[in-house]
C-alpha cells in the first residue's frame, strides 16, 4: 500500500518522536529523529515519512496529501495521543478509504483502550512493531499478522497473537536512508549536541530495571540487542557520504555502555573514521573504558543520575552507588569527556531534604549540562503502576503536560505537594547554573567560539519563555 508514516503536528516546540525520552516541550526547543517511524518506513518501499513538528508542518498541508495514500500510521504518545487521533479524524475526512494505524508505548500497553477511545482507528501495532506495520503496508490479511490489533468487519477489536521479538538486529535496514530522503538534518537539534547532528540506535533493549523508564518497559525489553559491530560502521560510513555536514553522531540506545566489550570495540573502528561521536551511558562506567572510548572520538555522555540521594536510587531500582557515579564523573572529567547529566524530582522517596540533597549533589559532580524532568508515570511502567495502588496518583486526572505542552507534576505524596515538586524544577535549574563556576565557564566557553555565543544567547532566550510558560502552569494548578 502506498504508505505515509507520520509524526503528527501537535503542542508548538513540542517533542514527541519516538526518539524524545520524555513527550513534551522542552526547556529550549529541540528535536529527536522519529527513528521509530523511519525504521518501519525504511522497511516500505515508496513509503513516506512526514515529521510535522519541526518542519513546522500543519495539518491542512498534511491532509491535502490525504489522497496520495491508502495507509497512514502514526506514532503516538500518553501526551499526544488526543491530538494524534483528531489528525486521523480529519485525514479520513479527506480520505474515507483511508487505513489509518498507531504504534508506539501507549497503544502497546493499552491496545483495547486505545482503540475503544478512539473508533476512527482501523489497528495498532502492538510492541516491537516494525515487520508488523511491514505487514499490514504489504496487504497481509490482518487477521494473519501477529502483534496486531485490529477491528473486524463487525467492528470488534480483535487482538492476534504476539510477535516474537526480533534477534537478529541486522535484518532492519539503515534508518538513515529514509532521513535522506524524507528529512532536513539541520530541523533537528538538541542543545548538548553540536550541530547538526545524527542519532540512531546501534541496538534495542536495555538490563537496567528503573520504575520510571519507559521504553524497556513496554517496547524495548530488557535484553540488549545489539546489530553487528560491522553493520553500524558500515552505516556510519553511509552518513558520512550523504551527510558530509555532519558534526556529532548519537547513538540513541537506552544503554550503549551495557556491553562494554561491543562499545570499545565500535569506538575503535570509529576512532578509525575519525568521527565525534556521543552516547547514552550509564554512571557506572570503568576508567579503562573510558579512556578508550574517549581516544577514539567519544565527546559526550548522557548520563541519567535522577537522584542524588541512596534510597530514591534504591526505590526506582535504578542498581547504582552514589559514590560509585561521584567516581565515574570525577574520571570523565579528568579524561576530559563532557556530561549532560539528567535529573528527576518527585521519585518515591522525595522529600525536601533529598531534593535539596539532589541539587547539591548535582553541583558537586557538576556536569557540563544537566536537564531536570518532573517524575511521569506512564503507563505501562511498574512506577504507575506503584503510583496508582498508593493513591501518589488521581487515574482520572493523569495528564503529563499541560495545554501548552509543557510537563506537569502528576505525582504527590503525603508529605510532598504537587506545587512543591513542580517548583523544584526551577530552583534545581537556578542553583545549578547561576553559580560563579558555572557561570564562568559557560562565558569562556562563548568566548572562544561565536557559534557557540549565538546558540547559547539564543537558548537562554528561550529558557526564559520556557519558565514564563511554567509560572502559568503553576498558577493554573
Not at 352 to 359: A, D, G, M, N
Amino acid at each position: 500500500m502506498r504508505t505515509l508514516f507520520l509524526q503528527a503536528p501537535t503542542f508548538d516546540g513540542f517533542d514527541g518522536g519516538a526518539g524524545s525520552r520524555y513527550q513534551a516541550k522542552r526547556e529550549i526547543k529541540s528535536f529527536w529523529y522519529p527513528t521509530w517511524l523511519a525504521q518501519p518506513a525504511a522497511l516500505v518501499p515508496n513509503s513516506k515519512l512526514i515529521d510535522a513538528p519541526p518542519h513546522n508542518i500543519k495539518l491542512d498541508e498534511i491532509v491535502a496529501q490525504a489522497n496520495d495514500f491508502d495507509l497512514v500510521v502514526l506514532h503516538t504518545s500518553v501526551p499526544s495521543f488526543k491530538s494524534d487521533v483528531k489528525t486521523i479524524e480529519a485525514l479520513k475526512a479527506a480520505n474515507p478509504k483511508l487505513i489509518a494505524g498507531l504504534i508506539g508505548a501507549k497503544v502497546a500497553v493499552d491496545a483495547e483502550g486505545s482503540m475503544t477511545q478512539a473508533p476512527v482507528v482501523d489497528f495498532v501495532a502492538r510492541n516491537e512493531f516494525d515487520f508488523t506495520v511491514k505487514e499490514v503496508a504489504d496487504g497481509v490479511p490482518m487477521s494473519e499478522i501477529k502483534g496486531l490489533s485490529y477491528r473486524d468487519a463487525a467492528g470488534n477489536v480483535v487482538h492476534n497473537e504476539d510477535r516474537e521479538i526480533m534477534t537478529d538486529m541486522d535484518k532492519l535496514p539503515f534508518v538513515t536512508s529514509v532521513y535522506k530522503r524524507d528529512l532536513e538534518m539541520e530541523k533537528y537539534f538538541i542543545g548538548y549536541l553540536k550541530h547538526p547532528y545524527i542519532s540512531f540506535y546501534s541496538g534495542r533493549g536495555c538490563k537496567s530495571r528503573c520504575t520510571f523508564c519507559l521504553w524497556p518497559q513496554t517496547v524495548g525489553g530488557h535484553t540488549y540487542r545489539t546489530r553487528s559491530v560491522a553493520h553500524v560502521i558500515e552505516e556510519i560510513k553511509y552518513c558520512m557520504k550523504e551527510f558530509p555536514q555532519t558534526k556529532e553522531f548519537f547513538f540513541d540506545d537506552d544503554t550503549f555502555t551495557d556491553n562494554l566489550p561491543r562499545a570499545e570495540e565500535i569506538a575503535r573502528e570509529l576512532g578509525k573514521l575519525g568521527v565525534t561521536w556521543s552516547c547514552n551511558a550509564k554512571a557506572n562506567v570503568p576508567r579503562e573504558t573510558l579512556k578508550v572510548l574517549k581516544d577514539n572520538g567519544l565527546r559526550l555522555l548522557l548520563v541519567g543520575y535522577e537522584s542524588g540521594n541512596q534510597k530514591i536510587l534504591n526505590n526506582i531500582k535504578k542498581g547504582m552507588r552514589v559514590e560509585v557515579a561521584e567516581k565515574f564523573t570525577k574520571d570523565c572529567h579528568e579524561l576530559g569527556i563532557a556530561i549532560h547529566g539528567t535529573f528527576i524530582v518527585g521519585l518515591p522517596g522525595e522529600t525536601k531534604e533529598t531534593i535539596q540533597e539532589t541539587i547539591a549533589f548535582a553541583k558537586r559532580i557538576n556536569p557540563h549540562t544537566i536537564q531536570v524532568s518532573l517524575a511521569a508515570p506512564y503507563p505501562g511502567t511498574f512506577l504507575y503502576k506503584q503510583a496508582v495502588e498508593n493513591g501518589w496518583l488521581d487515574v482520572e486526572n493523569a495528564e503529563l503536560v499541560d495545554e501548552n505542552g509543557v510537563q506537569i507534576a502528576p505525582l504527590h505524596y503525603p508529605h510532598l505537594s504537587h506545587s512543591e515538586i513542580f517548583a523544584a524544577v526551577e530552583e534545581f535549574y537556578k542553583k545549578f547554573y547561576f553559580r560563579v563556576p558555572k557561570i564562568a565557564s559557560i562565558v569562556n566557553e562563548m568566548v572562544r567560539s561565536p557559534d557557540m555565543m549565538k546558540r547559547r544567547l539564543r537558548e537562554g532566550v528561550e529558557f526564559w519563555h520556557f519558565l514564563r510558560e511554567r509560572q502559568g502552569t503553576a498558577k493554573a494548578a
